[in-house]
């Protein structure tokens, strides 16, 4: 085998939707040995992506038996030309080709499909289909916003080089980052985030959309007749209007702390409103911060194909979409999918306990590179390539640009990339159930 | 968490809950100590930390299994759990272990 040091520059970095695109690795053999410039999170994905592996399993009286990779396919297969209502979910840890086939399963199988979007940004969706999009790219922050905020959002732990890729550091018209830039946290708790930035504003927990009201009335002129706001005193608030409409580019990233707290997808729409509101001052948009980093794609993916973003159904033979009736986490809680098909995700791990409980009464297949606490509980488990590392694929970005992911090294012997076992499947399913 | 997420590591990240310092004197407990943490929809323990940032009142467990256990499926419509935000009780656990993921798997798969 050849053991020389290979060098690979420009890797991009498949673990947030930050996708960071300067990565360099070296390789050793099939080894991934150092990764440069990539932040914690990505140095343990890069170079720990060995360990932990699943292998084909199917359950038999209760313990996980290994079989072959097409037995385990054969057995997928099964359960899900039986099903009635399987839903297939996840996908957000995965590259783009591998979402057509999951599509093209639910669709063949009359099921559900919905993406992890569901429980993320799933409101971020609903509050853009009724507001509409202030986007931007994350190049026009860097060259040009003069005032960033982070709602509910703490990069420094979620996405680690956000802030020092983007905000602290220099762009074409924003010389000095630490002078002519200003980071503003808005957040229910003091986080790392909201300890290094300029301004941190403290708002009650549930209560931004009380918050997002104020500052609305505060910069279309209205004066407020309340002494605070969601903690905050009537004087910040003052001050906060003032600093927002004085701003020349401002950009709003906000994250799960807006979207899964009280008030949900009213929160997005409020703030979409507020934007489009300080837009008549200066240049702002807003940008969710994806966790996963393809969970932007999983959207655009099946919105080209479904028509919808997430939480789409099959059962008529032409694609619905019903957010709350459709979404994974109601559609277990209710007790109606008889099957699962999740790739690329944990839901076991991040659903309430309802929707678990349910995910171990009926047949999951569980396509995942690693084990995890869904594949304790999958009926079958099969083995994928990790994207981005061990395949090539194509991701998205949290600001909407498309990146192609690259292979830097080959997949443990005998292991396909995601969109190669959803074909098999697929082809499989097609011939059983036409 | 890209370490795996069924070993010790994943455990020590996600099966705690932050609170601020007056928090742990009204408890009587000291910081790494087990607390049981309380909702209508059920409790779980799990390792309480100092948040030298926190204030009263409000706490913090990161998203994972353990802060599942005591979340309401319920999504008002929207697809989505109130992830962040939920009212709880929060007590002194002495003695109790915290679960490994898989017996909270079977605690979420087989209780009530
Ligand atoms: S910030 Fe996100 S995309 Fe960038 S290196 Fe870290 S984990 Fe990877």
Request: net charge negative; proline share 5%; charged share 25%.
């Amino acid at each position: 085998m050849n053991q020389e040091t290979q060098v690979f520059d420009h890797i991009i970095c498949p673990f947030c939707g930050c996708l960071c695109d300067d990565i360099r690795l070296e390789v050793q053999g099939n080894k991934i040995t150092k990764n440069e410039l990539g932040c914690a999170i990505s140095k343990a994905k890069f170079l720990s992506h060995h360990e932990d592996r699943i292998s084909p399993t199917i359950r038999r009286n209760g313990t996980h038996v290994e079989v072959s990779l097409y037995e385990a396919i054969g057995r997928a297969v099964e359960i899900l030309a039986s099903a009635k209502r399987p839903l297939v979910y996840g996908l957000s840890s995965t590259e783009n080709d591998a979402h057509r086939e999951a599509y093209k399963i639910a669709e063949t199988t009359g099921g559900v499909v919905d993406n992890t979007s569901s429980v993320c940004h799933g409101p971020t969706i609903l509050g853009v289909q009724e507001s509409g999009e202030a986007a931007g790219s994350l190049a026009e922050v860097k060259h040009r916003a003069d005032t960033v905020i982070y709602w509910g959002s703490n990069p420094q732990f979620a996405h680690p080089r956000h802030i020092s890729r983007y905000v602290r550091v220099q762009g074409e018209y924003i010389k000095d980052p630490k002078a002519d830039r200003k980071i503003w946290v808005f957040d229910i708790r003091k986080t790392i985030t909201a300890n290094m930035a300029d301004e941190f504003v403290k708002i009650e927990p549930g209560k931004d959309l009380e918050f997002i009201g104020a500052l609305r009335a505060l910069v279309r002129g209205h004066p407020l007749d309340f002494e605070e706001v969601a903690g905050v005193s009537a004087r910040q608030l003052a001050e906060i209007v003032e600093a927002l409409k004085a701003t020349k580019y401002g950009i709003l990233f906000f994250g799960l702390g807006l979207t899964q707290s009280t008030g949900r997808h009213r929160n997005i729409d409020a703030a979409i409103r507020l934007v489009q509101d300080l837009n008549s001052f200066g240049k702002w948009n807003m940008m969710p911060m994806r966790g996963h980093f393809n969970v932007a794609g999983a959207n655009k993916t099946s919105t080209w194909q479904t028509g919808y973003p997430f939480a789409v159904d099959y059962a008529r033979g032409y694609p619905r979409y019903q957010p709350g009736e459709y979404t994974s986490v109601d559609v277990l809680a209710r007790g109606e999918a008889d099957a699962m098909l999740n790739i690329a995700a944990d839901p076991a791990a991040h659903f309430p306990r309802q929707a678990v409980k349910h995910m171990s009464t009926i047949p999951v297949i569980n396509i995942d590179p690693k084990r995890n606490m869904t594949s304790l509980i999958a009926e079958v488990n099969i083995p994928a390539a990790l994207a981005g590392i061990e395949c090539d694929g194509a991701a998205v970005r949290m600001d909407g640009l498309p990146l192609y992911l690259k292979k830097v090294i080959d997949p443990p012997d005998g292991v396909l990339p995601d969109r190669d076992v959803l074909r098999m499947i697929h082809d499989k399913l097609k011939k059983e159930v036409g | 968490m890209e370490l795996g997420k069924l070993n010790q590591e994943y455990i020590d990240a996600v099966a705690i809950c932050e609170i601020d310092k007056s928090t742990f004197a009204a408890l009587g407990v000291e910081e790494g100590d087990p607390v049981r943490i309380e909702t209508v929809l059920g409790s779980v323990v799990v390792r309480s930390s100092l948040d030298r940032r926190a204030e009263p009142g409000v706490a913090f467990i990161p998203c994972g299994p353990y802060a599942n256990v005591i979340l309401d499926s319920d999504t008002l419509e929207s697809g989505m759990p109130g992830y962040k935000t939920m009212d709880a009780k929060i007590l002194p656990a002495k003695g109790e272990s915290i679960l490994t993921t898989e017996e909270l798997l079977k605690t979420m798969t087989e209780g009530v």
